[in-house]
């Protein structure tokens, strides 16, 4: 090997490891160096009061500091894709997707968040596969975490319930069976783009389905779609949160999200 062919390759090298380093603490928490070990003078965070969990029939109480989406009573915070008001019925604390409705939109818009949803599976259950109470969180109105009836109903892996659809099927199927509540808890962080629209980091997602790790801060390759990756486009920070029509009639209930801050 010549001299300067592996002097070029040594700055390869460089350039790879600082990129890597780059991304590595882009997602990743650092230690602050502003405040001593034990600093009494750094601030407390704040006190919140925090959430209480749901039973089979009664829904939990969203956190303090929370935004709720829903609380079983009406869809004010959610329209059709027209802006209009959300024509899904509401009944008995939950909301039931009207098939042919379309999907429906939050009407404030929110980027990285954690996000709290219940669902619930038709019973009884019709349909096989993708055809089985399917419906869908769309994180950004873009990123899809499958909703679908996964209990004793085979599908692809990277289409059942808690996939994010059609890129990383979940680590385990958790499941209930239909007619039982289950939850999804979502902490996502969108992507970030430089102005001219190049991706600086991808979109990353961890969901926890009944208690249960299904997502592990995976990379999103773009938004997600029925046969394909389509490439990240440029979009805002927040963008609406959407819940799918798929011709099914999944229940909601408590549905409550929290904005992350920018570290
Ligand atoms: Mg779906």
Same mark, same amino acid.
């Given at each position: 090997?010549?001299?300067?062919?592996?002097?070029? &390759?040594?700055?390869?090298?460089?350039?790879? %490891?600082?990129?890597?380093?780059?991304?590595?603490?882009?997602?990743?928490?650092?230690?602050?160096?502003?405040?001593?070990?034990?600093?009494?003078?750094?601030?407390?965070?704040?006190?919140?009061?925090?959430?209480?969990?749901?039973?089979?029939?009664?829904?939990?109480?969203?956190?303090?500091?929370?935004?709720?989406?829903?609380?079983?009573?009406?869809?004010?915070?959610?329209?059709?894709?027209?802006?209009?008001?959300?024509?899904?019925?509401? !009944?008995?604390?939950? &909301?039931? %997707?009207?098939?042919?409705?379309?999907?429906? $939109?939050?009407?404030?818009? $929110?980027?990285?968040?954690?996000?709290?949803?219940?669902?619930?599976?038709?019973?009884?259950?019709?349909? !096989?596969?993708?055809?089985?109470?399917?419906?869908?969180?769309?994180? &950004?109105?873009?990123?899809?975490?499958?909703?679908?009836?996964?209990?004793?109903?085979?599908?692809?892996?990277?289409?059942?319930?808690?996939?994010?659809?059609?890129?990383?099927?979940?680590? %385990?199927?958790?499941?209930?069976?239909?007619?039982? *509540?289950?939850?999804?808890? /979502? /902490?996502?962080?969108?992507? @970030? $783009?430089?102005?001219?629209?190049?991706?600086?980091?991808?979109?990353?997602?961890? %969901?926890?389905?009944?208690?249960?790790?299904?997502?592990?801060?995976?990379?999103?390759?773009?938004?997600?779609?029925?046969?394909? @990756?389509?490439?990240?486009?440029?979009?805002?920070?927040?963008?609406?949160?959407?819940?799918?029509?798929?011709?099914?009639?999944?229940?909601? @209930?408590?549905? *409550?999200?929290?904005?992350?801050?920018?570290?």
């Amino acid at each position: 090997m010549l001299a300067d062919e592996a002097t070029l &390759m040594h700055k390869h090298h460089l350039l790879l %490891v600082a990129v890597v380093t780059l991304l590595t603490q882009l997602c990743t928490a650092q230690v602050s160096t502003q405040w001593k070990i034990h600093d009494l003078n750094r601030p407390l965070p704040p006190v919140i009061d925090p959430a209480t969990a749901s039973t089979p029939d009664v829904p939990g109480r969203a956190p303090s500091d929370a935004t709720v989406l829903f609380d079983g009573k009406d869809l004010s915070k959610w329209t059709d894709k027209a802006g209009k008001p959300a024509k899904w019925k509401v !009944e008995n604390g939950y &909301m039931e %997707v009207v098939p042919e409705t379309g999907y429906i $939109f939050t009407r404030a818009a $929110f980027g990285d968040c954690q996000l709290h949803v219940e669902f619930a599976e038709p019973v009884p259950p019709t349909g !096989e596969s993708q055809d089985r109470g399917n419906s869908g969180v769309f994180l &950004m109105g873009l990123y899809e975490i499958q909703v679908l009836d996964s209990y004793q109903n085979k599908t692809y892996a990277d289409g059942q319930a808690a996939a994010v659809y059609g890129q990383y099927p979940p680590l %385990v199927n958790a499941s209930r069976p239909p007619g039982e *509540w289950q939850t999804y808890d /979502i /902490i996502f962080h969108g992507p @970030r $783009f430089t102005k001219d629209g190049k991706l600086l980091h991808p979109a990353r997602v961890t %969901v926890v389905h009944n208690g249960v790790l299904v997502q592990d801060n995976v990379l999103l390759t773009g938004p997600t779609a029925h046969g394909k @990756r389509p490439p990240y486009k440029l979009h805002p920070e927040k963008l609406p949160l959407a819940l799918q029509d798929h011709g099914d009639p999944v229940r909601f @209930r408590n549905i *409550w999200i929290r904005g992350l801050k920018e570290d």
